[in-house]
């Protein structure tokens, strides 16, 4: 969760914002959340000033942070709206701003290219080693709320193997993940198996391969906290589903166990079912239902939270 930063001061923040390295941060943190060690690398700085000028803008109130353990992320405070013109302006003056923007983007590339990494090198394994939130009982549970035919997209799908049991109801499935080695086992599951109505696509859940209103019903099975932005990926669901299409998500509910970033290449710890209905609401969906529908016994117990949602017609 965030960090939020004290109510602004307009003198404080004019002070703050007089400082064209400051104003080079508020340019990049508006299009992306950045630790300081990516901040380091986009505009060749030391640490040390780099989190100098992080705290007098997180003091005007104009930026927030998220703690993660190893790194916290900032990001422009989402409170602050008086921003949005001085900084458009600020783009066209600061001649550093374009080059600044082109590294945050290989920045960026480098975060989603270890992500894929790791799910490349594990493809074909997911299944015989232990991964935090795999519930037999949460995806029974969403099953519930499933009524075929449907047209299903399942956006960070993994080896597929849940896209195989949604086939067996399913009018179609729309397989969706960002690993080209995960498509790859997958699609060789389905045609040993002679399963016929999946769809493998290689394809990121916040830039969906799928045109706009083709589908049904979107899952997210224990995917959603691998995106960099989950926002970003809900709305893609918004986008993809007909009207009165239906979005259902198995997540894990936030907790404390930091190791999973590493072991498991996860980027959130979970969520709250509160923020799953902000983000989810956001997003434009309506008559949001959540739940926590499994609690593993095993230490670090991991649960499994259930949130539906409809796309109005």
Do not use: C
């Not at 941060?25 to 040390?48: C, K």
């Not at 990001?75 to 921003?83: A, F, H, V």
């Not at 047209?151 to 397989?175: C, H, M, P, S």
């Amino acid at each position: 969760m965030y960090q939020k930063a004290p109510m602004p001061s307009i003198v404080k923040i004019l002070r703050v914002v007089a400082d064209p390295n400051r104003l080079r941060i508020l340019l990049l943190l508006r299009g992306e959340e950045l630790s300081v060690a990516e901040l380091q690398e986009i505009l060749v700085m030391g640490q040390s000033t780099i989190s100098t000028h992080l705290s007098q803008l997180k003091q005007a109130g104009l930026v927030e942070d998220r703690r993660t353990g190893k790194s916290n992320p900032y990001r422009l405070s989402k409170s602050e709206g008086i921003l949005d013109e001085l900084l458009t302006r600020a783009q066209a003056e600061i001649p550093e701003a374009g080059a600044d923007l082109a590294a945050m983007r290989r920045v960026v590339k480098k975060r989603q290219d270890k992500m894929r990494s790791f799910f490349d090198n594990v493809a074909g394994r997911l299944g015989k080693n232990y991964v935090p939130g795999q519930s037999w009982k949460g995806v029974a549970e969403a099953l519930l709320h499933l009524i075929p035919p449907l047209v299903v997209a399942d956006l960070g799908a993994g080896e597929g193997t849940f896209a195989l049991l949604l086939a067996q109801r399913a009018k179609k499935v729309i397989a969706v993940d960002t690993s080209a080695k995960m498509i790859d086992v997958a699609r060789d599951q389905a045609l040993r198996l002679g399963v016929k109505n999946v769809d493998y696509r290689l394809g990121d859940m916040e830039e969906v391969p799928i045109d706009d209103g083709q589908v049904d019903l979107v899952f997210f099975s224990q995917s959603l906290h691998h995106a960099l932005h989950p926002d970003r990926a809900l709305r893609e669901a918004w986008r993809i589903l007909k009207p009165g299409g239906r979005i259902v998500i198995l997540d894990l509910v936030k907790h404390r166990f930091e190791e999973a970033r590493e072991l498991y290449a996860d980027e959130w710890l979970g969520f709250s079912e509160s923020e799953v209905e902000m983000i989810l609401e956001k997003a434009g969906f309506q008559q949001v239902q959540t739940s926590v529908v499994h609690k593993e016994p095993e230490t670090p117990q991991f649960q499994t939270l259930l949130a539906v949602a409809n796309k109005q017609t």
